[in-house]
Antibody
Framework: QVQLVESGGGVVQPGGSLRLSCAASGFIFSNYGIHWVRQAPGKGPEWVTFIQYDGSNKYYADSVKGRFTISRDNSKNTVYLQMNSLRGDDTAVYYC???????????????WGQGTLVTVPS | DIVMTQSPDSLAVSLGERATISCKSSQSVLKSSNNKNYLAWYQQKPGQPPKLFIYWASTRGFGVPDRFSGSGSGTDFTLTISSLQAEDVAVYYCQQYYSAPPTFGQGTRLEIK
């Protein structure tokens, strides 16, 4: 069965950096795009970024563009989210999610991980 | 960005009764090239990640009970629960994936009356 396991969350001071990982199993990882979505406490989900199956195409939300970088290592079935210049409004649970599309564009969020909490004290 | 607006923000329905949640997009999410509406619905229970319930506006996700149905096209969509069960208490979100960035509605909290 499809499994997505996020790790790397924690408490980081404003201006600091953190790298999240999303380890995938149960499907042919190199065939599918992966999203990161975050959810601030008591708020709805906010899409953050997407990486195409081969890493050649990436999209970012305006709120993180220039600060966050998504990447993937298909040999390790893992996607990464490098987060720099963190600020208080980045505090959220960060989820990775599998896209059902094996092409170059994104679709819906088919399977989600359990999430990892990132806290940036403001 | 496409703005997604759900109504109501919260809804209380008696067990066994019908529940209806509306979602409107600020522009059409119907792609003419394939006649598909790029609209999904998710259910989220406390302490859990969102779960895909409906995609392409009306296709139920794996394991989703058939009391759940999605309808609509263009800019107006509806999630209907034909007979509310206790386990349906949750927050429901619509999301468009027609264009970047994918955007979510603010959510509708569904409770038992």
């Amino acid at each position: 069965q499809v499994q997505l396991v996020e790790s790397g969350g924690g408490v980081v001071q404003p201006g600091g950096s953190l790298r999240l990982s999303c380890a995938a199993s149960g499907f042919i990882f190199s065939n599918y795009g992966i999203h990161w979505v975050r959810q601030a406490p008591g708020k709805g989900p906010e899409w953050v970024t997407f990486i195409q199956y081969d890493g050649s195409n990436k999209y970012y939300a305006d709120s993180v563009k220039g600060r966050f970088t998504i990447s993937r290592d298909n040999s390790k079935n893992t996607v990464y989210l490098q987060m720099n210049s963190l600020r208080g409004d980045d505090t959220a649970v960060y989820y990775c999610a599998k896209d059902p599309n094996s092409g170059g564009t994104f679709e819906y969020l088919q399977y989600w991980g359990q999430g990892t909490l990132v806290t940036v004290p403001s | 960005d496409i703005v997604m607006t759900q109504s109501p923000d919260s809804l209380a329905v008696s067990l066994g009764e019908r529940a209806t949640i509306s979602c409107k997009s600020s522009q059409s999410v119907l792609k003419s090239s394939n006649n598909k509406n790029y609209l999904a619905w998710y259910q989220q229970k406390p302490g859990q990640p969102p779960k895909l319930f409906i995609y392409w506006a009306s296709t139920r996700g794996f394991g989703v009970p058939d009391r759940f149905s999605g309808s609509g096209s263009g800019t107006d969509f509806t999630l209907t629960i034909s007979s509310l069960q206790a386990e349906d208490v949750a927050v429901y979100y619509c999301q468009q994936y027609y264009s970047a960035p994918p955007t979510f509605g603010q959510g509708t909290r569904l409770e038992i009356k």
